[in-house]
């Protein structure tokens, strides 16, 4: 059967952005499994032995309580578990000395959804039929952004303003507020610190700037903490994090080891949470509690800020420097190479100016020498520009063995000075 499906429907069920290649990668990885690929595209976090541990311990206090049964057997609030909402309301009014309490939290069937919520409620048309924009102050940014919007018209991103280092081969994207529109026409806006794919991460002074523009119109302002403090922490340099009247501080649950679960936590304003609760509501009506529950656990007794200091960030921490040192070794210095400096995610993001071929052509020919990647491309949702650099780059996660990434490495180097070669 052929199903005839809405606009909707034909939008939603097609993949868009890294979704649609990962299609490749898969039948890669499974055909030619004897060639040993080095998988450098997954999103998946490391499955850290004691980070594991850590939620069987809690699994198992769940199950000796006798909270269990309400836990699993009954429906709850569609704000999420109240343990996990008090949990989480101590620890940030104790960290960062903030009065919240239970109207300021709202729990997410993982946080792509939270993010489903808040495109859709403030951007997209309003019932006078006015487009309100979802910006992303700059590219490149998450892909899973791409998917989200009923009305896909309304993502607009901003070509970024580049400080490049040239001797050190690193680079850095910056907010280019010359450009930055943000105006009675926008919805919302949303962005990642750090961000996937490159690991930036936006000084304080950018996003007071943002926020402050936002404020005369009243727009909420996305701060996607899904990688960033206090848990799971993967940030290499000191952050703090920004509360304040139209931010929005989002995090999730995934990257502390708990993505089979789908934990997203927003956190802001009261009559905002409420818009989110709503829409959760109609649309599922509550996010599953067994995660939630364990998660409350973690929370209270410490040992997820723990794990995210002394096992998580170290982890990748380690990984981005074996990366960087062996690319200083390996891509010789003549090359318009650059390295997004890694601040914080799990990934790498390297940039080659002037590529001569394309990043889905680097792709393949990383692909035939065992390395896969991700190409560029897909980390540009919402920007309408051409911009060359769009395929110029490729995105490189940090969850390989240090041999595979040392081995991974040596063959791009080795890749990419024949592609400039070629072309002399
Ligand atoms: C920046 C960013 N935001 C959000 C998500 C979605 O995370 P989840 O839905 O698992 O909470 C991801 C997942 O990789 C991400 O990288």
């Known amino acids: 059967m052929i199903p005839n499906l809405s606009k909707i429907g034909v939008q939603m069920s097609s993949l868009t952005g890294v979704k649609a290649i990962a299609k490749d990668i898969i039948e890669t990885l499974q055909t030619k499994q004897k060639q040993d690929f080095i998988n450098l595209s997954a999103g998946n976090p490391v499955l850290l032995p004691k980070v594991e541990q850590m939620w069987r311990d809690c699994t198992a206090e769940l199950l000796a309580s006798s909270e269990y049964g309400e836990v699993v057997c009954r429906y709850g609030s569609s704000q999420g578990y109240i343990l996990l909402i008090q949990a989480i309301a101590n620890d940030f009014n104790r960290r960062y000395g903030l009065s919240l309490n239970e109207s300021n939290i709202l729990i997410t069937p993982g946080s792509q959804m939270l993010y489903f919520y808040a495109v859709n409620a403030f951007g997209g048309y309003t019932s006078n039929g006015d487009l309100k924009q979802i910006v992303l102050p700059m590219s490149p940014e998450y892909t899973g952004y791409d998917g989200i919007c009923l009305a896909p018209e309304a993502l607009i991103s901003y070509k970024p303003a580049l400080d490049i280092d040239t001797k050190a081969h690193r680079f850095k994207y910056h907010p280019d507020f010359s450009n930055l529109a943000i105006t009675a026409n926008t919805g919302c806006i949303l962005f990642s610190r750090p961000c996937n794919p490159t690991g930036n991460i936006l000084s304080n002074d950018e996003i ?217």
């Open 208 to 424: 007071k700037k943002i926020a402050a523009l936002a404020k005369p119109y009243n727009i909420p302002v996305f701060i996607d903490s899904a990688y960033g403090p206090p848990f799971p922490a993967i940030n290499f340099r000191d952050m703090t994090l920004m509360f304040g009247e139209n931010i929005v501080h989002c995090m999730s649950l995934s990257k502390v080891g708990l993505p089979g679960e789908r934990i997203g936590i927003a956190i802001g304003d009261s009559k905002i949470i409420q818009v989110l609760q709503s829409f959760q509501t109609n649309l599922c009506l509550q996010p599953p509690h067994y995660g939630q529950a364990i998660a409350a656990r973690a929370i209270n007794s410490g040992a997820i800020e723990y794990i995210s200091k002394e096992v998580i960030r170290p982890f990748y921490k380690n990984k981005i420097s074996l990366l960087e040192a062996k690319l200083d070794q390996e891509i010789p210095k003549d090359l318009p190479w650059f390295l997004h400096w890694g601040e914080g995610a799990m990934f790498a993001w390297l940039w080659f100016n002037n590529l001569p071929i394309s990043d889905l052509d680097l792709y393949q020919k990383l692909k035939q020498v065992g390395v896969i990647v991700v190409a560029g491309r897909f980390f540009f949702p919402g920007l309408q520009e051409n911009w060359s650099h769009k395929h110029q780059c490729i995105r490189i996660s940090l969850t390989a063995s240090d041999e595979q990434i040392e081995t991974a490495m040596e063959r791009l180097a080795e890749v990419i000075q024949q592609v400039y070669k070629q072309t002399q």
